[in-house]
């Protein structure tokens, strides 16, 4: 046994006074309020002048009351140089966390412009890294509230490479769960990339832009002269561009909606949309669309009226309203169930698939079928839009974005004729022929390689032109073409249509269609992806 001496302690090595942990938990609220409150009242202020609120009143906003739980409320920045060891606010200029919007798991960051405009450097970026896995890994959505002036200049490319992780993460989170950006100010530059990648974009008039490259530098280069909101902002990208799926007049609005969304996805890829009940009938007879829909192929009526006949309680949520607008992409409930319409809109441009048209349509159908979202095809087209600039513009490649979207999905998918449905428009808004699993057809349908009247002009043209009476001829023509080709039955006599329907049951057809379509399981062949057309 060894013996051990006491020594007397050293009273240079006595431990330090500390505080009582009352004094220092005080210290620690007084340190959050601090954190809470950016960089004081004048900034806040300054905020609500331009008409924006700050990054917690929108948190506020969009989630749940009292379900924010912030992560990383007092990162800062390690920084130096340019003066930036001397300013090291708490969060570094954006708040992240998690929370709930109706009841349901949701992350969200979002840059605070009071700190250094919202700009992105080392510490900020980290923050947002650690958010977006923690979504993908809890399979959760995220949204993100941006209002950012870009990369942080004075940290020159760690910041840049900061946006490259972002980029990289939201291609990680593609089709497993949901994205959503909301441009709640300035986004310039590659910061544009991030909302680009992800699945919704919701802008803000008056006070939102994104550019690649801002005015200044677009009038040094070209000497072109344009406005922050000339050149990208929300109309500009609602309307032009298709880079904003919805755009509002104000915050709180805008915030409300992206809740609404959110009440229709699923929280990720491997679940269904969460089922709303309803007091709307499923055997509810549409009566009013016998009146909504002319016979006559060539007069337009608006399809947004069919498609609120047809859902729950008239209720949808229309994607990319202001763009494309000869195609619907809406998200509405069947029997409380979502489900996705496409549709065919006759009162702009009779409802012709054109470039931008395919892409929308695309790009939705993808979507719906990312996060287990059924599709119904509602069909009145006439073809795809002939031009110079079309077939220039690569209408082919397009088009075919339109095809491989269809063919790819596996989600339910179930098609209706309504009136026309011509040529390859038809084969590509989801025909039996590439994989509909239901194709319905009104009476009035008319499914062709091409209208009546074109037809007969390539078919009949000689004999009409050597007739002695040419326009006798000619409407002769089209009445047996129409009587042989085309008439109601022609395509279900043919097994290309499941059913002719009473249009005033549709809406029942279709709730009971995808009640037994529910149970659908679909393998696509093993590979590492495809490789659609770009």
Same mark, same amino acid.
């Given at each position: 046994?060894?013996?051990?001496?006491?020594?007397?302690?050293?009273?240079?090595?006595?431990?330090?006074?500390?505080?009582?942990?009352?004094?220092?938990?005080?210290?620690?609220?007084?340190?959050?309020?601090?954190a809470?409150?950016g960089?004081?009242?004048?900034?806040?202020?300054?905020?609500?002048?331009?008409?924006?609120?700050?990054?917690?009143?929108?948190?506020?906003?969009?989630?749940?009351?009292?379900?924010?739980?912030?992560?990383?409320?007092?990162?800062?920045?390690?920084?130096?140089?340019?003066?930036?060891?001397?300013?090291?606010?708490?969060?570094?200029?954006?708040?992240?966390?998690?929370?709930?919007?109706?009841?349901?798991?949701?992350?969200?960051? #979002?840059?605070?412009?009071?700190?250094?405009?919202?700009?992105?450097?080392?510490?900020?970026?980290?923050?947002i890294?650690?958010?977006?896995?923690? #979504?993908?890994?809890?399979?959760?959505?995220?949204?993100?509230?941006?209002?950012?002036?870009?990369?942080?200049?004075?940290?020159?490319?760690?910041?840049?490479?900061?946006?490259?992780?972002?980029?990289?993460?939201?291609?990680?989170?593609?089709?497993?769960?949901?994205?959503?950006?909301?441009?709640?100010?300035?986004?310039?530059?590659?910061?544009?990339?991030?909302?680009?990648?992800?699945?919704?974009?919701?802008?803000?008039?008056?006070?939102?832009?994104?550019?690649?490259?801002?005015?200044?530098?677009?009038?040094?280069?070209t000497?072109?002269?344009?406005?922050?909101?000339?050149?990208?902002?929300?109309?500009?990208?609602?309307?032009?561009?298709?880079?904003?799926?919805?755009?509002?007049?104000?915050?709180?609005?805008?915030?409300d909606?992206?809740?609404?969304?959110?009440?229709?996805?699923?929280?990720?890829?491997r679940?269904?949309?969460?089922?709303?009940?309803?007091?709307?009938?499923?055997d509810?007879?549409?009566?009013?669309?016998?009146?909504?829909?002319?016979?006559?192929?060539?007069?337009?009526?608006?399809?947004?009226?069919?498609?609120?006949?047809?859902?729950?309680?008239?209720?949808?949520?229309?994607?990319?309203?202001?763009?494309?607008?000869?195609?619907?992409?809406?998200?509405?409930?069947?029997?409380?169930?979502?489900?996705?319409?496409?549709?065919?809109?006759?009162?702009?441009?009779?409802?012709?698939?054109?470039?931008?048209?395919?892409?929308?349509?695309?790009?939705?159908?993808?979507?719906c079928?990312s996060?287990?979202?059924?599709?119904?095809?509602?069909?009145?087209?006439?073809?795809?839009?002939?031009?110079?600039?079309?077939?220039?513009?690569?209408?082919?490649?397009?088009?075919?974005?339109?095809?491989?979207?269809?063919?790819?999905?596996?989600?339910?998918?179930?098609?209706?004729?309504?009136?026309?449905?011509?040529?390859?428009?038809?084969?590509?808004?989801?025909?039996?022929?590439?994989?509909?699993?239901?194709?319905?057809?009104?009476?009035t349908?008319?499914?062709?390689?091409?209208?009546?009247?074109?037809?007969?002009?390539?078919?009949?043209?000689?004999?009409?032109?050597?007739?002695?009476?040419?326009?006798?001829?000619r409407?002769?023509?089209?009445?047996?073409y129409?009587d042989?080709?085309?008439?109601?039955?022609?395509?279900?006599?043919?097994?290309?249509?499941?059913?002719?329907?009473?249009?005033?049951?549709?809406?029942?057809?279709?709730?009971?269609?995808?009640?037994?379509?529910?149970?659908?399981?679909?393998?696509?062949?093993?590979?590492?992806?495809?490789?659609?057309?770009?």
């Open positions: 046994m060894t013996d051990v001496m006491w020594t007397a302690p050293d009273p240079a090595e006595a431990p330090v006074n500390r505080k009582h942990p009352r004094e220092q938990v005080a210290e620690l609220l007084d340190t959050r309020e601090l809470r409150g960089t004081g009242d004048r900034a806040t202020a300054a905020q609500h002048a331009k008409g924006k609120l700050t990054a917690r009143e929108r948190i506020e906003l969009l989630l749940d009351e009292g379900t924010f739980h912030e992560v990383e409320q007092l990162r800062r920045h390690r920084a130096t140089g340019f003066g930036l060891e001397d300013k090291r606010p708490y969060t570094d200029g954006v708040v992240t966390g998690w929370g709930e919007v109706h009841g349901r798991l949701v992350f969200v960051y #979002a840059h605070d412009f009071r700190i250094f405009g919202g700009a992105l450097g080392e510490a900020h970026a980290q923050k890294h650690k958010i977006m896995d923690m #979504a993908i890994q809890a399979g959760a959505p995220l949204v993100s509230l941006n209002d950012g002036a870009g990369a942080r200049i004075q940290e020159g490319v760690s910041a840049l490479a900061g946006y490259g992780g972002i980029f990289r993460r939201n291609t990680w989170a593609s089709g497993v769960i949901p994205q959503i950006s909301v441009m709640l100010g300035p986004c310039a530059g590659g910061a544009a990339y991030s909302p680009a990648l992800t699945d919704f974009v919701f802008m803000v008039r008056g006070t939102s832009q994104m550019f690649i490259t801002g005015p200044d530098v677009i009038h040094t280069v000497g072109e002269r344009v406005t922050q909101n000339g050149l990208g902002g929300a109309d500009v990208h609602a309307s032009v561009s298709g880079v904003a799926h919805f755009v509002y007049d104000d915050e709180r609005t805008c915030l909606e992206v809740r609404y969304l959110l009440s229709m996805l699923p929280l990720n890829n679940e269904l949309p969460p089922a709303a009940h309803t007091s709307d009938s499923p509810r007879v549409c009566e009013s669309l016998l009146d909504l829909v002319p016979s006559d192929s060539n007069r337009p009526y608006d399809m947004r009226a069919v498609i609120e006949e047809l859902v729950d309680e008239g209720e949808y949520l229309e994607v990319h309203e202001h763009w494309a607008n000869n195609v619907l992409c809406v998200l509405a409930r069947l029997d409380g169930q979502v489900v996705g319409f496409v549709a065919s809109q006759p009162q702009w441009l009779a409802g012709v698939l054109d470039i931008p048209a395919s892409e929308k349509a695309a790009g939705f159908v993808q979507l079928d996060f287990n979202i059924p599709l119904v095809t509602l069909l009145d087209v006439p073809g795809f839009l002939p031009g110079v600039d079309q077939e220039h513009g690569g209408i082919i490649r397009h088009g075919a974005k339109l095809l491989y979207a269809y063919c790819n999905a596996t989600v339910p998918r179930i098609s209706v004729v309504l009136r026309k449905a011509y040529g390859g428009a038809y084969i590509v808004m989801d025909s039996r022929s590439i994989g509909s699993d239901l194709a319905y057809a009104w009476p349908n008319e499914i062709a390689v091409m209208g009546a009247e074109g037809a007969v002009d390539v078919v009949s043209r000689r004999e009409i032109a050597a007739a002695p009476h040419p326009e006798t001829t409407a002769r023509k089209i009445r047996e129409r042989e080709l085309m008439h109601p039955y022609y395509a279900a006599e043919r097994g290309l249509v499941d059913d002719v329907i009473d249009p005033r049951e549709t809406r029942s057809v279709l709730i009971d269609a995808l009640r037994m379509l529910s149970r659908k399981h679909a393998d696509l062949p093993q590979r590492k992806h495809g490789n659609p057309p770009i």
